[in-house]
Protein backbone atom coordinates (compact mmCIF):
# COMPACT_ATOMS: atom_id res chain seq x y z
CA UNK A 1 0.00 0.00 0.00
CA UNK A 2 1.34 3.75 -0.74
CA UNK A 3 1.45 5.98 2.15
CA UNK A 4 0.12 8.14 0.46
CA UNK A 5 -2.76 7.89 -2.54
CA UNK A 6 -4.05 10.95 -4.98
CA UNK A 7 -6.27 9.95 -7.76
CA UNK A 8 -4.15 11.18 -10.90
CA UNK A 9 -7.58 12.99 -12.60
CA UNK A 10 -7.76 14.24 -15.05
CA UNK A 11 -10.39 16.26 -13.42
CA UNK A 12 -12.62 18.57 -16.02
CA UNK A 13 -14.79 21.13 -14.59
CA UNK A 14 -17.52 24.27 -15.78
CA UNK A 15 -16.28 27.34 -14.45
CA UNK A 16 -18.21 28.03 -11.60
CA UNK A 17 -17.99 24.56 -10.20
CA UNK A 18 -16.89 23.21 -6.81
CA UNK A 19 -13.90 20.77 -7.09
CA UNK A 20 -13.19 18.06 -4.69
CA UNK A 21 -9.78 16.91 -4.27
CA UNK A 22 -9.05 14.14 -2.04
CA UNK A 23 -6.00 12.18 -0.85
CA UNK A 24 -5.75 8.91 1.27
CA UNK A 25 -2.62 8.04 3.79
CA UNK A 26 -1.58 5.18 5.55
CA UNK A 27 1.06 6.47 8.09
CA UNK A 28 -0.80 7.33 11.19
CA UNK A 29 2.34 9.40 12.01
CA UNK A 30 1.91 12.40 9.61
CA UNK A 31 0.53 15.32 11.77
CA UNK A 32 0.83 18.01 9.00
CA UNK A 33 -0.43 18.11 5.54
CA UNK A 34 -0.24 20.30 2.93
CA UNK A 35 -1.89 21.19 -0.28
CA UNK A 36 0.46 22.24 -3.36
CA UNK A 37 -0.77 24.13 -7.06
CA UNK A 38 1.73 22.73 -9.57
CA UNK A 39 1.63 24.33 -13.18
CA UNK A 40 3.41 22.42 -15.87
CA UNK A 41 7.15 22.23 -15.05
CA UNK A 42 7.05 25.02 -12.63
CA UNK A 43 7.83 24.88 -8.46
CA UNK A 44 4.85 23.42 -6.01
CA UNK A 45 3.05 26.50 -4.92
CA UNK A 46 1.54 26.33 -1.12
CA UNK A 47 -1.80 26.73 -1.06
CA UNK A 48 -2.82 25.69 2.20
CA UNK A 49 -1.37 24.15 5.61
CA UNK A 50 -3.08 22.53 8.03
CA UNK A 51 -2.04 20.56 11.21
CA UNK A 52 -5.26 19.68 13.18
CA UNK A 53 -8.59 17.87 12.15
CA UNK A 54 -11.23 19.90 10.54
CA UNK A 55 -12.14 22.81 8.12
CA UNK A 56 -9.34 25.06 7.32
CA UNK A 57 -10.75 27.99 5.27
CA UNK A 58 -8.74 30.96 2.83
CA UNK A 59 -10.64 32.42 0.31
CA UNK A 60 -12.06 30.05 -2.33
CA UNK A 61 -10.12 27.27 -0.67
CA UNK A 62 -11.00 25.17 2.24
CA UNK A 63 -9.14 22.35 3.62
CA UNK A 64 -10.22 19.40 5.38
CA UNK A 65 -8.35 16.91 7.43
CA UNK A 66 -9.96 13.36 8.83
CA UNK A 67 -7.08 12.31 10.94
CA UNK A 68 -9.37 9.26 12.33
CA UNK A 69 -10.17 8.32 8.56
CA UNK A 70 -6.62 9.02 7.36
CA UNK A 71 -8.19 11.50 4.65
CA UNK A 72 -7.63 14.93 3.57
CA UNK A 73 -9.36 17.12 0.73
CA UNK A 74 -8.83 20.30 -1.10
CA UNK A 75 -12.43 22.46 -2.05
CA UNK A 76 -12.03 24.62 -4.34
CA UNK A 77 -15.45 27.04 -4.80
CA UNK A 78 -16.25 28.95 -7.29
CA UNK A 79 -13.36 26.96 -9.99
CA UNK A 80 -11.71 29.70 -12.68
CA UNK A 81 -9.64 28.82 -15.53
CA UNK A 82 -7.13 30.06 -14.05
CA UNK A 83 -7.37 27.13 -11.25
CA UNK A 84 -6.11 24.84 -13.73
CA UNK A 85 -3.01 23.31 -12.53
CA UNK A 86 -2.27 20.12 -10.91
CA UNK A 87 -2.72 19.69 -6.86
CA UNK A 88 -0.50 17.67 -5.13
CA UNK A 89 -1.40 16.66 -1.68
CA UNK A 90 1.42 16.57 0.52
CA UNK A 91 2.36 15.35 4.37
CA UNK A 92 5.23 15.22 6.56
CA UNK A 93 5.46 13.50 10.36
CA UNK A 94 7.01 15.02 13.11
CA UNK A 95 11.12 14.92 13.19
CA UNK A 96 13.79 16.81 14.82
CA UNK A 97 15.12 18.43 11.69
CA UNK A 98 13.67 16.53 9.31
CA UNK A 99 9.74 16.97 8.29
CA UNK A 100 10.19 15.28 5.40
CA UNK A 101 7.19 15.42 2.98
CA UNK A 102 5.44 12.64 1.17
CA UNK A 103 3.63 13.40 -1.80
CA UNK A 104 0.87 12.09 -3.62
CA UNK A 105 1.15 11.49 -7.36
CA UNK A 106 -1.03 14.89 -8.06
CA UNK A 107 -4.60 15.31 -9.60
CA UNK A 108 -4.83 16.86 -13.11
CA UNK A 109 -7.58 19.96 -12.93
CA UNK A 110 -9.15 21.27 -15.75
CA UNK A 111 -11.26 23.97 -15.18
CA UNK A 112 -13.06 25.10 -18.90
CA UNK A 113 -14.85 27.99 -19.98
CA UNK B 1 7.19 38.28 -0.05
CA UNK B 2 10.66 36.28 0.15
CA UNK B 3 10.81 33.32 -1.93
CA UNK B 4 13.10 30.44 -2.94
CA UNK B 5 15.18 31.18 -6.30
CA UNK B 6 17.15 28.23 -8.00
CA UNK B 7 19.62 28.41 -10.63
CA UNK B 8 20.10 27.27 -13.15
CA UNK B 9 16.69 26.63 -14.84
CA UNK B 10 17.80 24.48 -17.45
CA UNK B 11 21.25 22.43 -16.95
CA UNK B 12 22.14 20.01 -19.57
CA UNK B 13 25.50 17.77 -19.16
CA UNK B 14 26.68 14.83 -20.32
CA UNK B 15 27.01 11.01 -18.59
CA UNK B 16 29.80 10.78 -16.39
CA UNK B 17 30.15 15.14 -15.45
CA UNK B 18 29.27 17.01 -12.45
CA UNK B 19 26.73 19.13 -11.51
CA UNK B 20 25.99 21.78 -9.02
CA UNK B 21 22.27 22.80 -9.01
CA UNK B 22 22.10 26.11 -6.92
CA UNK B 23 19.18 27.46 -4.25
CA UNK B 24 18.98 30.83 -2.31
CA UNK B 25 15.90 29.77 0.64
CA UNK B 26 14.15 32.24 2.19
CA UNK B 27 16.61 34.28 4.39
CA UNK B 28 15.42 33.68 7.89
CA UNK B 29 14.71 30.14 7.27
CA UNK B 30 16.89 27.17 9.06
CA UNK B 31 16.05 24.07 7.21
CA UNK B 32 16.55 23.29 3.79
CA UNK B 33 15.53 20.76 1.64
CA UNK B 34 16.46 19.26 -2.00
CA UNK B 35 13.30 16.71 -4.19
CA UNK B 36 13.20 15.53 -7.41
CA UNK B 37 10.59 15.28 -10.15
CA UNK B 38 11.04 12.72 -12.88
CA UNK B 39 9.11 13.58 -15.44
CA UNK B 40 5.09 12.45 -15.18
CA UNK B 41 6.35 11.41 -11.99
CA UNK B 42 5.42 12.47 -8.21
CA UNK B 43 7.56 14.59 -6.00
CA UNK B 44 10.14 12.82 -4.37
CA UNK B 45 12.80 13.68 -1.07
CA UNK B 46 15.89 13.35 -1.51
CA UNK B 47 17.59 15.69 1.74
CA UNK B 48 17.05 17.50 4.50
CA UNK B 49 19.79 19.98 5.90
CA UNK B 50 19.60 21.92 9.30
CA UNK B 51 22.63 23.32 11.49
CA UNK B 52 24.94 22.73 8.88
CA UNK B 53 24.34 19.02 8.64
CA UNK B 54 22.08 16.74 6.98
CA UNK B 55 19.25 15.48 9.38
CA UNK B 56 17.10 12.84 7.25
CA UNK B 57 17.96 11.60 3.44
CA UNK B 58 16.09 8.95 1.56
CA UNK B 59 17.74 6.08 -0.88
CA UNK B 60 17.96 7.86 -3.93
CA UNK B 61 20.58 10.30 -2.27
CA UNK B 62 23.49 8.13 -2.36
CA UNK B 63 26.89 8.53 -2.53
CA UNK B 64 27.13 10.52 -5.80
CA UNK B 65 25.24 12.93 -4.06
CA UNK B 66 26.41 15.89 -1.70
CA UNK B 67 24.50 19.03 -0.15
CA UNK B 68 25.99 22.20 1.19
CA UNK B 69 25.98 25.52 2.60
CA UNK B 70 28.64 27.55 1.73
CA UNK B 71 27.68 30.31 2.85
CA UNK B 72 25.00 32.46 4.43
CA UNK B 73 22.61 32.29 1.81
CA UNK B 74 23.41 29.76 -0.69
CA UNK B 75 22.33 26.04 -0.97
CA UNK B 76 23.60 23.65 -3.45
CA UNK B 77 23.20 20.12 -4.61
CA UNK B 78 26.14 18.17 -6.09
CA UNK B 79 25.91 15.44 -8.18
CA UNK B 80 29.31 13.69 -8.57
CA UNK B 81 29.16 11.72 -12.14
CA UNK B 82 25.68 12.08 -13.65
CA UNK B 83 23.26 9.02 -15.14
CA UNK B 84 20.78 8.89 -17.53
CA UNK B 85 18.07 8.09 -14.89
CA UNK B 86 19.22 11.34 -12.73
CA UNK B 87 17.37 13.45 -15.67
CA UNK B 88 14.60 14.95 -13.20
CA UNK B 89 13.23 18.62 -12.20
CA UNK B 90 15.35 19.90 -8.75
CA UNK B 91 13.42 21.14 -6.44
CA UNK B 92 14.88 23.43 -3.56
CA UNK B 93 12.63 24.45 -0.59
CA UNK B 94 13.19 26.03 2.66
CA UNK B 95 11.29 25.80 6.03
CA UNK B 96 11.62 28.75 9.07
CA UNK B 97 10.83 26.46 11.94
CA UNK B 98 9.19 23.65 13.50
CA UNK B 99 6.08 24.97 15.35
CA UNK B 100 2.91 26.26 13.55
CA UNK B 101 3.08 28.24 10.54
CA UNK B 102 6.72 27.93 10.73
CA UNK B 103 6.60 24.51 9.28
CA UNK B 104 5.07 25.57 5.76
CA UNK B 105 7.63 24.26 2.58
CA UNK B 106 8.44 26.81 0.21
CA UNK B 107 9.60 25.68 -2.82
CA UNK B 108 11.57 27.24 -5.80
CA UNK B 109 10.82 27.33 -9.45
CA UNK B 110 13.32 24.06 -10.23
CA UNK B 111 16.22 23.35 -11.80
CA UNK B 112 15.19 20.69 -15.05
CA UNK B 113 18.19 18.73 -15.57
CA UNK B 114 19.05 16.72 -18.16
CA UNK B 115 21.99 14.14 -19.10
CA UNK B 116 22.71 13.16 -22.36
Known amino acids: QKEVEQDPGPLSVPEGAIVSLNCTYS??????FMWYRQYSRKGPELLMY????GNKEDGRFTAQVDKSSKYISLFIRDSQPSDSATYLC?????????????FGTGTQLKVEL | EPEVTQTPSHQVTQMGQEVILRCVPISNHLYFYWYRQILGQKVEFLVS????????KSEIFDDQFSVERPDGSNFTLKIRSTKLEDSAMYFC??????????????FGPGTRLTVL
Open chain 2, 49 to 56: FYNNEISE
Open chain 2, 93 to 106: ASRAGTSGSRNEQF
Open chain 1, 27 to 32: NSAFQY
Open chain 1, 90 to 102: AMSAPLRGGNKLT
Open chain 1, 50 to 53: TYSS
